[in-house]
């Protein structure tokens, strides 16, 4: 199957700036979408970007304008960019991927995720 890496997390004071990356392995014969959620302590796992075969790009309009998605083709990577962080951005953020990968008998699908990487912004 496929694995999903991730990393960048971290402490940053409100206002600042993380990037995240998020790195896809395995028998990966197309990627379709990739992307992330975010789960914050209490909450349930929400929709925060991806970005589709044809480049084309999704954001919750809570990030909108300020959140960033560009994608490695080569390395199958994304990249989050997250500018004007504030303290409701603070959460767990997950990795996720679908396509399809080579298997016995042509390609199956696939959908993955990341273990999360964690986000805090202080005020």
């Known amino acids: 199957q496929v694995q999903l890496v991730e990393s960048g997390g971290g402490l940053v004071q409100a206002g600042g700036s993380l990037r995240l990356s998020c790195a896809a392995s395995g028998r990966i014969f197309r990627i379709d979408s990739m992307g992330w959620y975010r789960q914050a302590p209490g909450k349930e796992r929400e929709f925060v970007a991806r970005?589709?075969?044809?480049?084309?790009?999704n954001y919750a309009e809570s990030v909108k304008d300020r959140f960033t998605l560009t994608r490695d083709n080569v390395k199958n990577i994304v990249y989050l960019q997250m500018n004007s962080l504030n303290t409701e951005d603070t959460a767990v953020y997950y990795c996720n991927a679908g396509g399809s990968v080579f298997g016995n008998r042509g390609h199956d699908n696939f959908v993955s995720w990341g273990q999360g990487t964690q986000v805090t912004v202080s005020s």
């Open positions: 970005i589709v075969g044809d480049g084309g790009t």
